[in-house]
């Protein structure tokens, strides 16, 4: 079976530990993450991870198995091939002279990004979209010479109004909240 990018919103009780037993889950199955994101949702007590790794569908679902597996994981959801959005965020430090920052405004400007800090001879600029968007606007700055760049993890939702939604995730009723 084929590899191919898999997308897990992992909904978890928001508690010290859990983003240490859901990697070392992946560390001991030996399935690399290659994007990990964890934040809160508009549940209050919830968390949301949202993990991309590389894996055909038989492990996939071993490992959405594997995942319910741990205490506090409320719902695991492979959003691969669902229809929905996916995100990163980019900062980069661009070498930026005073006669190469037209190009570069002009750079950002096709790829949507913003220059959010001016230098003396550097600008840093802040980008937001797919993967390939990123790495095709790194791309371009690079003749300018890229100096520094950070990358946030993906974050995805599921397109429409039948997304998993964390109010469709079933808290334990050890920590179920009295009515």
Known sequence: MEKTMRTFLVYVEDKPGVLNRVASL????????????????????????TIVCEANEDTARRMQANLYKLVNVLRV????????????????????????????MRVCDTFRARIVDVGIDTVIVEATGARHKIEALVEMLEPFGVLEMVETGSVAMQRGAEGPGVMRCERPKSTARAA
């Open 26 to 49: 992946f560390r001991r199955r030996n399935y690399n993450i290659d994007s990990l994101n964890v934040g809160k949702t508009n549940e209050p007590g919830v968390s949301r991870m």
């Open 77 to 104: 959801d492979d959003i691969s091939e669902q229809a929905s959005l996916e995100r990163t965020l980019a900062l980069v430090k661009v070498r930026a002279g005073s006669e190469s920052r037209p190009e570069i």
